[in-house]
């Protein structure tokens, strides 16, 4: 197979919301920091919904990112958790894949913090191909056709390399 046709996970994404409610997000950044041992960053909304009792600059959730081995060690860790099997309406038309975990404590190797109680959290996994930084980088950008990931592809590629099943 050609090498620059070779899909790779570019990174995997972990991200919990918890709304205007501070105190869940203390219990959040504290189960991220359990989970991967690295400090999540705080995401703030930017938009006001007076029905939600939300203004500019509050934050609302906690996100990190994971690239390379650390990523695909975590969602192995993740995959168990979901007994290796997904739908296919985790994978979108783009080739990205999304999944939700219950209860962090479903997840093998995590022990249930008392401090924390039972949260759950999203997944995002963004697979690339060799060469589509081009699209991102700042000089010289250029439109990417052939370097995009199908469905079928990334369900092939999670089958392949993860011996995940998919169901309907």
């Known amino acids: ?11 995997l994404t972990l991200n919990i919301g918890a709304g205007k409610d501070q105190t869940k997000l203390e219990k959040a950044i504290l189960l991220l920091q359990h989970l991967t041992g690295i400090t999540p960053v705080k995401t703030i909304t930017d938009k006001r919904i007076p029905t939600w009792g939300l203004r500019p600059g509050l934050p609302v959730g906690c996100k990190l990112t994971l690239r390379g081995d650390a990523a695909a060690k975590m969602f192995e860790r993740l995959l168990k958790a979901k007994n290796n099997k997904l739908t296919t309406s985790h994978v979108d038309d783009h080739g990205n894949l999304s999944l939700g975990i219950h209860e962090y404590i479903d ?10 109680g039972i949260i759950g959290f999203q997944a995002c996994i963004t697979l690339e ?13 250029r439109p990417i056709k ?13 089958k392949d390399t993860f011996k995940v099943e998919f169901e309907e």
């Open 1 to 11: 197979m050609n090498v620059m046709k070779q899909i790779r996970i570019e990174k």
């Open 146 to 158: 052939h370097h995009l990931i199908t469905k079928e592809e990334a369900m092939q590629y999670f």
């Open 107 to 116: 997840v093998p190797g995590i022990e249930y913090e008392p401090k924390i």
């Open 129 to 141: 191909r060799p060469g589509y930084r081009i699209k991102r980088r700042k000089n010289f950008q």
